[in-house]
């Protein structure tokens, strides 16, 4: 069986983690998660992956590494990481290097894939996003969205807004239908305080099947990894 390596990170100093999310628990349950559905994956054989919000690009690298098969080497897809962050999207281009995996993703500075969603249309196998879900007012919420590409800094890695859906989550859901290709899926993480049975209600308004892969618990958080597809979907 596959396995996920867990990338290096270590060229990552202190002071880039001032501004750039440094990996943590909802990092890790995201690439056991991915692990767990490997097999799966490989099944699917996607051809494009899409990583939303890739922070220090751990995600993306593990991704871009994920071979075709036990017996093959060659990798399984091409990763489009899209960060708001232009020092998230430094990172991650660094951290593809740092691990040999940069001529197998790309980086596009962005909010979600705006500007790129008719080119993405039904296109997309695989989608991943560790999105911000801290529960935050609608005044911190705003500062984020004010902020251009350019300035945007760590506090669009956690603030959520309402329910820790309003900045990613729910804008994320809505674009799903019309980027996942007919077997495409989705792993987003989230925590406790989004109410993920309310996710799961959202989801299916958008012709979504939801279901649970990992949960576990973070010291005061309690993290889940839900998986979406269309209802239609091929994909077991």
């Given amino acids: ?16 983690f001032e501004n750039v999310y440094e990996p943590a628990e909802d990092s890790f349950i995201l690439l056991d998660a991915l692990e767990i559905e490997i097999e799966k994956i490989q099944e699917l054989k ?3 992956a899409v990583e939303i919000g890739p922070g ?4 993306s690298a593990a991704l871009a590494n994920i071979p075709v098969s036990d017996k093959l080497t060659q990798k399984l897809c091409f990763v489009f990481s899209c960060d708001i962050n232009l020092s998230a999207c430094q990172a991650t281009q660094r951290t593809a290097h740092q691990n040999n995996v940069s001529s197998n993703v790309a980086v596009v500075c962005s909010n979600l894939l705006e500007g790129l969603i008719d080119r993405c249309r039904e296109n997309i196998d695989l989608v991943v996003c560790n999105p911000p879900y801290v529960v935050t007012c609608e005044e911190e919420l705003l500062n984020v969205r004010n902020n251009d590409t350019l300035i945007a800094g760590i506090e669009a890695a956690w603030a959520g807004g309402k329910l820790g859906c309003a900045s990613v989550t729910n804008s994320l859901i809505q674009i799903l239908p019309h980027i996942l290709s007919p077997k495409g899926v989705c792993y ?6 989004n109410k993920p049975e309310e996710v799961g209600r959202y989801a299916e308004t958008f ?7 990992l949960q576990r618990r973070a010291g005061r958080e309690f993290l889940l990894v839900m998986k979406l597809k269309k209802l239609n979907s091929s994909e077991k």
Wanted: cysteine-free.
């Fill in 56 to 59: 220090s690009g751990i995600i």
């Fill in 207 to 213: 012709g979504l099947n939801h279901s649970i892969i």
């Fill in 188 to 193: 987003i993480v989230l925590e406790q305080s």
């Fill in 1 to 16: 069986m596959s396995s996920i390596k867990t990338p290096d990170t270590s060229h990552l100093t202190s002071k880039e």
């Fill in 46 to 48: 996607p051809t494009f």
